[in-house]
Each structure stands twice: as C-alpha cells, then as structure tokens.
C-alpha cells in the first residue's frame, strides 16, 4: 500500500502539470470573456471601452455568421457521414483475409499524416485545379468540359479533401474494433444460416456501436475546428460561400483587428463545442469504468 | 479468421483492398512523382505517369530560392522540444495517477481531457494579444509552450493507459527491497514502460509536426515552421507545381515513416484508450 510519504511525492509529481494545464484552461478562456464585452480595435487601441454585449451583436449580425454556421455544420456533417459510410466499408474489406494485409493498411492510414496544408494544396492545384488539374485533365479525356471544383463547389470541395484526410483516422479505429471481434460467434451465427447481411446488422454493428461513437465525438472535435484547409483552398470563398466559425473569427481577429468582435466569436465557437465535448466525455467517461 | 477460405475469394478480396489502398494513396504517390519532374512536365497535358526527365532541381531550389531548411529546422525544434518538455510534465503525473490513484484521480483524468475539447479559435484574441505584449509572436519558444499545453492532455492520458498495465506488484517488491522512489522511477519503472513512452513520443511528435493553426497564425518568419512555409505556396506565382511537391515531399516525408511505425499504438492514443 501507498505510504503516507509516497502520497505526497506523488501529489507533488501531479502538481505541475494540472497547474500549466489550471493555467492553461482558465487565462485565455477568462480573456476571451473579458474582451467579448470591451469595444477593441488592434488598429484603434485607445477606443477601449466595456460595451454590454455589443461585440456579441456585432458578430451575430455579421452577415457572414449564419452562413458560417451553416457551413461549419454542412462540412462537420458531409465528412463524418463520408468517413464513417467509407469507413466501416473499407475496415470491413482489409480485415477479410488478403494478401499484404501489413502494406495496404499502411498504405490507408498514409493521408492521415500529411500535415493539412499540405493535403489541401496538393489537392487544389494537382487535382481539382480547372486548367490542369488531374480532374480536369481526366474530364478532357473522357470529352467533358473541365468542372472548377473550388470556385463552383468550394464547400463540397473542402468536404472532399478533409474526409480524404479523415479516412484513415475512421478506418483504422473501425478496424481495430473489429478485430477484437470474436470469430466463434460469427461462425456460430454463419453455421446457423445467417446471411452475410444480417451478420453485419445484428453481430457486427452492434459490436462496433462505441467504435463508431468514438470516432463520431473525436472527429467531431477536430473539425470544428478545421482552418488551415479552408485557408489556403478558397480563403473562405468565392464571397462566403466557404466561410465557416472558425475561419470567420479569424478574419475578424487578424484581418480586420477587432479583437473584442472575435473574442464574442471565441465564445460562441466554446459554446459549439462544448455541447459536443459533453457527449464525448460521457462516452469516454464510461469506458473507464469497464 | 480461423475460417478457410477459398483462393478464389481471396484474390478477389486482396484486389478489391489493394485498389482501395491505391486509390487513398494515389494523391501522395503523385505528389512524390511530381516533385521530379522539371516544371514545365509537372504540368503536361496529357500529364506524365513516369516518363519524365526525372531531376533533383526541385528540392536544390526550394532550398535556395526559398529558404527551404530554415523552415524545417524550426519545425524539428518545435515538434521535438514540446514533446520533451510535455514528456518531462507527463510522466511524473501519469506516473502518480497510475500507481498512486486518489479518490479523484478519474475527475482529473477527465477534467485534462476537457481542456483538449477548447477550440484554438476560442482563444485565438488573448493568445494573440499575450504573446504580442510578452513579444513571443513570431518565436520558436512560445510556440513551443502552446504546443506543449495543447498536447499534454494527450501525453498524460497515453502513458496512464501504459502505466496502468504495469504490475504494481513489481513496484511493491522494488520498495521492499528499499529502493527510492526516485531509484524505483528510473530503474524499475522506466525500463518497464519505455514502449508505452516511445509511441507516446512518436504521436505528439507527428501532432506537433503537422499542427496548422497556432504555427500559422502565431509566427511570420523567424519561428515559422513547414505548416506556414507549405501555405505560402497557397498564392499562385506561375509555375510551381514540381516545386510545391518538392517542398511537400521534404515536408511530409519524416513523419509519414514514424506514422507507419507508430500506427498500432496510434488508435489508443488517439481515442485517449476508449478504443484498444
């Protein structure tokens, strides 16, 4: 048993870290709220003033915000409904029997480190680019008229790319899951006559239902926040069309310099996730009891 | 699967994975390709597979032209430095949560967790505001910190799971036998969960390599990493595709190794040990 001694070296050895991470969560946080209701301009400093809940006004009157919500909401919903769909599939096909199994997972999980910037510019000039991209290259071949994947589907474009990114990230959890399967009791129920069909509707879905949950709420938190895509794709762009939450906070944050009108978007964007990050936690939360 | 299955089915099923594979990779494959490729072939049309004049120009001008290294040098600093220091702040905790539980080590467990949920653009105002006033824009030790704070949540959960999974009884001996808790920490208990430490360090190295948000928008030149260096790329100046490849492949190329060797511990750490 722990000693009284060692409880204390152990309380000590905790201390740092909860203390940054004290830090860490409540400065910033209490900043935010405290520039949210203060009139702050980068570029006119000395016009400073608390202002009720005037940057909040401001933001939600942005003609941009209901859009960005909407947007924000459209790409968080295509790629989760892309890489889940696609996911269970592909989990599904590597974990049958195959040769090189090792190879083709490594070769699927690959798109998951490219780092976002590089995924997307990739995809933006070597792929969806109108004049010669590889899509459009593919178009000319075939006798269609090249299609401008981000200037006429900028949003269904970035969804593109993103799940491209977000794939393996499903799959490979997916995959995982279901490897801890247990044969017998597919056997069991192929022996009995199950068709394949309801085998994959009543064994093995149920048993991948957390695994799903998971990758739901994990990616969920992640692309709430997707920005580096989006920025050097279209800039948010043409016009609105793919601004989202946090793209917009940005543009009012480092573009136009108005720190208190952001910093009212800051906490919008807290609020959105943290109604997510409560189910997540749930989830996560239960399974430490198991 | 102990079930026998015909070749027959096998070949099919291997055909259909390897084209579902190839597909996933094909972007980073052309890529690859395409970065030795002379420019004007970069850009061909119809667009060359492999018959190419293959050429190292690419990599030898974004080096010159664009500074090329200095970039990468920031994002190795960056990447290793807030892993060491986000190790260093780890292993104690998790070390003490796993072996010395309170009655609210699962509150904690879960509160660090939460303070990963906070969306960047959430803080992006004071964080901003705070590095210009304290003068750490633009600098490789501010960035470092943020990083740290970002992932430690992470760090911290990993080695739980790992530490968890160590016999306590072994500590128990290793104290009878009058070792120190500093000795029984270094001797005992490192050895034993140096796997479990070292996939730890390969993920937050690739996070912290590939992280696109504070890089981005906390540094202009000094400090900027291959995240900013890479976006740079975003506004079009002619031809450059061969290049833009060139710069990506440099830029990508270390991680998606450690990636490949990591990939088994990658989903626990990754669903904080909700999915093993």
Do not use: C
Not at chain 1, 39 to 65: E, H, K, Q, S
Not at chain 1, 242 to 255: C, D, F, G, M, N
Not at chain 2, 137 to 156: A, E, H, Y
């Amino acid at each position: 048993m722990a000693t009284q001694s060692s409880r204390t070296a152990a309380r000590l050895m905790l201390s740092p870290t909860v203390i940054l991470l004290l830090i860490w969560m409540i400065v910033p946080l209490a900043m935010t709220l405290w520039f949210s209701f203060q009139r702050y301009n980068l570029l006119y400093p000395d016009r400073a003033g608390f202002i009720w809940f005037g940057n909040y006004v401001n933001f939600l009157a942005t003609p941009a915000f209901v859009g960005a919500i909407f947007n924000t909401l459209i790409l968080v919903g295509g790629v989760l409904a892309i890489t889940v769909i696609l996911g269970i599939a592909i989990a599904l096909l590597i974990d049958q029997p195959i040769w090189g199994q090792g190879v083709v997972r490594i070769l699927v999980i690959s798109p998951f480190f490219i780092m976002p910037p590089v995924a997307a510019l990739i995809w933006k000039n070597m792929f969806m680019n109108p004049t010669n991209g590889l899509f459009a290259e593919a178009a000319k071949f075939i006798g269609l008229a090249p299609f401008d994947f981000l200037g006429q589907a900028p949003l269904a474009s970035i969804i593109l790319i993103v799940a491209w990114q977000w794939l393996p990230f499903a799959t490979l959890i997916l995959l995982t899951a279901l490897q801890s399967l247990s044969s017998e009791q597919l056997e069991a129920a192929e022996m009995d006559g199950a068709p394949a069909f309801s085998r994959f509707r009543h064994i093995i879905l149920p048993h991948m239902a957390r695994a799903i949950t998971v990758v739901v709420l994990i990616q969920t938190i992640f692309l709430l926040g997707i920005f580096g895509e989006i920025l050097v794709t279209t800039n948010g762009g043409p016009g609105t069309a793919s601004t989202t939450l946090p793209y917009l906070i940005y543009k009012e944050a480092l573009l136009d310099f108005d720190a208190g009108t952001a910093a009212a978007g800051g906490v919008v964007a807290v609020i959105l996730a943290n109604v997510v990050a409560f189910f997540l936690m749930r989830a996560i939360g239960k399974n430490l009891d198991a | 699967m102990a079930r026998t299955t015909s070749i027959q089915r096998k070949s099919l099923t291997t055909a259909a994975a390897w084209a579902v594979a190839l597909l996933l990779f094909f972007p980073i494959l052309w890529t690859f390709l395409t970065a030795f490729k002379p420019e004007p072939q970069a850009v061909a049309s119809p667009p060359i597979f492999l018959g190419f004049d293959w050429t190292l120009q690419n990599f030898i001008d974004v080096n010159e032209q664009r500074d090329y290294f200095r970039y990468f040098v920031n994002s190795i600093i960056i990447a290793l430095g807030s892993t060491a220091l986000g190790i260093a702040l780890a292993v104690p905790a998790a070390w003490s949560m796993a072996f010395v539980p309170g009655a609210r080590t699962k509150d904690l467990l879960m509160w660090m967790l939460s303070t990963k949920m906070m969306p960047a653009v959430g803080v992006l105002v004071p964080i901003y505001l705070m590095f210009n006033w304290l003068g750490l824009l633009d600098s490789r030790i501010g960035l470092t910190v943020i990083l740290t704070l970002m992932n430690l949540p992470i760090i911290v959960w990993m080695l739980y799971t790992y530490f968890k999974e160590i016999p306590g009884e072994i500590l128990e001996a290793a104290r009878m036998d009058g070792a120190s808790l500093r000795n029984e920490i270094i001797h005992v208990l490192t050895p034993m969960a140096l796997p479990g430490i070292a996939s730890t360090v390969l993920l937050n190295i690739i996070l912290a390599w590939n992280e696109a948000f504070w890089t981005i928008n906390l540094t202009v030149t000094d400090a900027a990493p291959l995240t900013k260096f890479i976006a740079g790329f975003s506004s079009p100046q002619g031809l450059f595709y061969a290049k833009l490849s060139a710069a990506s492949t440099l830029a990508i190329a270390p991680i998606l190794i450690m990636g490949w060797f990591s990939q088994k511990q990658l989903v626990r750490g990754l669903t904080f040990g909700a999915v093993k």
